[in-house]
């Protein structure tokens, strides 16, 4: 994207934002179902989960607040929505459904939020604006699937909402490359920070 990139900088995007303290962590849809490729998942999603471990293991020992996100439609489908009508196999995604619960890997702790939701941005009829607003965080690293949906949503309202966005850039994944690189590359010049996991441990 390097003639793009040019005529980005010349209109004067991609300024950086910066680590502002104190800073917080949100994962934003790694359950079963995006990490099989038989399911929602597939592309480099299983990588990002990899890579997200050592994240969430460094946000604990910090004492950073971590958020959760998962899919989930009641059992009766009354909430169907839009989102469900142009994706309908995410009704599958119920409360007690295995492919709408978190990966072992990343289960959450106690003290630790998880944020509901039945359409792209976790930020959209959910408690996390203010959830994130009582625990102080001014910086929000984001980590999750899929990079061209769900987490490109939650970093839009994320930066709507006041906090500076954070995209780990291999802590994020979806079940198709090219749309990866360019959500990376439209969120860095207009919504958000976009570092990877080790340029991130070099800077807290």
């Not at 950086?16 to 999603?45: E, S």
Request: hydrophobic share 45%; proline share 6%.
């Amino acid at each position: 994207m390097q003639d793009e990139s040019a005529v980005y900088q010349r209109q004067g995007f991609g300024a950086g934002l910066g680590l502002k303290p104190p800073l917080g962590l949100l994962i934003i849809d790694f359950v079963n179902g995006f990490a099989d490729p038989d399911g929602f998942g597939g592309g480099n999603i299983s990588a990002a989960i990899r890579n997200t471990i050592p994240l969430l293991a460094m946000a604990r020992d910090k004492g950073w607040p971590v958020a959760h996100s998962r899919i989930v439609y009641a059992d009766d489908d009354s909430d169907a929505n839009v989102f469900s009508a142009k994706v309908p196999s995410m009704l599958q995604l119920k409360e007690h459904a295995p492919a709408s619960a978190i990966v072992t890997e990343l289960s959450p702790r106690p003290g630790e939020l998880i944020v509901r939701k039945n359409v792209p941005s976790a930020f959209f009829g959910t408690a996390l604006a203010p959830w994130l607003t009582q625990q102080g965080v001014k910086t929000l690293l984001v980590a999750g699937c899929v990079t061209s949906g769900c987490v490109r949503a939650s970093v839009v309202d994320a930066m709507c909402w006041g906090f500076r966005p954070v995209v780990l850039s291999d802590c994020v994944g979806d079940r198709a490359i090219g749309p990866h690189e360019a959500s990376l590359f439209d969120m860095r010049q207009k919504y958000a920070d976009v570092i990877d996991l080790a340029a991130l441990r070099q800077q807290v």
